[in-house]
């Protein structure tokens, strides 16, 4: 335990520690809550078209092509808007960043229930992208300025949990509601939520230092682990200002980014886990009816399985990590074993082509669901190494280089099933990037340590 976390009283170190640490907040956990709740808006914000879908598409007379391009259009714009997203986050900070995306995607989402043809939804659609794209970058800035680096893993998985728990239990309330008001409820529903939250965000998120309920303790604690409390951020930004005054930024910083193995290598294996979080996300229901024969009532039913087991892989992960972090694993090992664990195992997806039964082959899909939540955990990574003061950028590249996969995912998919007619080379697809994967972050990403820019 470091030494700033004993009182200056007398008594024994171990004493003193122990008094120390019972007296510590937890406000670091009001944050990440108000992250989880965030990030569970965001995943609804971006699916519900999936849901919407049947009714949208006969009342607006949209093709089945017409609605591919329209699936995909969120990917190419969130995908386009990850770096100035990055930049606009190191310029202005967590607290407006995220009031601002929060409420402009939002504004989208509840638009898109407005609109009275293809334009006004392709529009809309764009405008989603470009504004959900800081909330990810912001989420590692969080936690990375709220956490120590012993909790970042548990942190992490808490609010990418979100993305999973929104889809699973929200689902069959939203097809009730669509039921009964109709398609564009769902978009005027949770939209309105989502301005709603903009606004308690706002009110409630506070840097460490300006917390009225985090004392000292806490902050000792956050920041002799590494977390960006006020002398950190002091440093980070005189390491920045220094930079700026020099240069400014330069797209060049870019290069110079993921020229470094870390970077590079984590940005491959996120792609790699990203591609089946897509599958599920796009191609999953249309598996299970198309391939597997399953009637719509029952595809309700399964579909809600993968997602719970991913749900526990995320949190597995996420708690694993940190475990043997403080057992006293280096980050190598604590960050990096959950991820090639989960990415391996994800690959198992491809044996759903070789068995009859339904309920093995759902068994199956949860087991590679559940691992990729496992291998859910790049932005603690991205927390890791990133240099100082660059942050917002290394998460932008991060997230456009894992957001790659919403592109060329479906796309792949779709085509492997447009020309066998079958599932069976979309699946081994899936399972041979998650290989990839893996094999990234064995033989690719080396060390897990900040990356230092030469001047």
């Known amino acids: 335990m470091p030494q700033s976390f004993q009182s200056s009283s007398a008594g024994s170190p171990a004493q ?33 078209l999936g849901i919407a879908a049947p009714q949208l598409t006969k009342e607006l007379g949209i093709n089945a092509a017409l609605m591919g391009l329209l699936f995909s259009l969120f990917s190419w714009s969130y995908a386009a808007s990850q770096i100035p997203g990055g930049l606009f986050l190191d310029r202005f900070g967590s607290k407006v960043t995220y009031f601002l995306s929060m409420t402009f995607w939002s504004l989208c989402t509840l638009a898109q229930g407005l609109v009275s043809g293809i334009g006004g939804l392709f529009a809309f659609r764009l405008g989603l992208g470009v504004s959900e794209a800081p909330c990810f970058p912001t989420n590692s800035r969080v936690v990375a300025t709220w956490f120590p680096q012993s909790e970042r893993a548990m942190a992490t998985a808490t609010y990418t949990v979100g993305e999973y728990i929104g889809l699973a239990f929200f689902s069959p309330f939203l097809f009730m509601l669509m039921g009964a008001f109709g398609w564009r409820s769902l978009f005027l529903v949770v939209g309105g939520v989502g301005i709603a939250f903009g606004v308690v965000w706002w009110l409630l998120y506070r840097e460490p230092r300006d917390h009225p309920s985090a004392n000292q303790e ?131 997806i491809i044996l759903a082509n070789y068995v009859e039964s339904n309920v093995v082959v759902i068994a199956i899909l949860s087991v590679a669901f559940f691992a990729q939540g496992m291998a859910a955990l790049g932005w603690t990574l991205v927390s890791d190494i990133a240099p100082e003061g660059l942050l917002g950028v290394t998460g932008g590249i991060f997230n456009f280089a894992a957001n790659l996969a919403g592109i060329v995912t479906p796309l792949v998919v779709g085509l492997i099933v447009a020309a066998t007619g079958s599932f069976v080379g979309a699946l081994v697809f899936i399972g041979v990037i998650a290989l990839i994967g893996a094999l990234s972050y064995i033989f690719i990403v080396g060390d897990i340590k900040r990356i230092v820019l030469a001047d």
Request: net charge positive; charged share 20%.
């Open 218 to 348: 806490e902050l000792d604690y956050i920041e002799a682990g590494g977390g960006l409390t006020q002398r950190n951020k002091e440093a980070a930004s005189a390491a920045d200002a220094a930079a700026s005054k020099k240069s400014g930024f330069e797209w060049r910083t870019i290069g110079r980014l993921l020229k470094h193995r870390q970077l590079t290598g984590i940005c491959l294996g996120q792609f790699a886990g990203n591609s089946t979080l897509v599958f599920f996300l796009t191609w999953f229901p249309t598996y299970l009816a198309t391939e597997r024969h399953m009637a719509w009532l029952k595809i309700g039913f399964f579909a809600i399985m993968p997602f719970v087991a991913a749900s526990i892989g995320v949190m597995f992960g996420g708690v694993f990590s940190d475990w043997l972090l403080r057992r006293g694993k280096s980050p190598n090992v604590a960050r990096k074993l959950p991820i090639i664990a989960g990415l391996l195992l994800a690959s198992t």
């Open 16 to 48: 003193s520690q122990t008094a120390s640490t019972a007296r510590r907040s937890k406000a670091r956990y009001q944050i990440l809550a108000l992250l989880a709740v965030g990030t569970m808006i965001n995943y609804l914000d971006r699916t519900i």
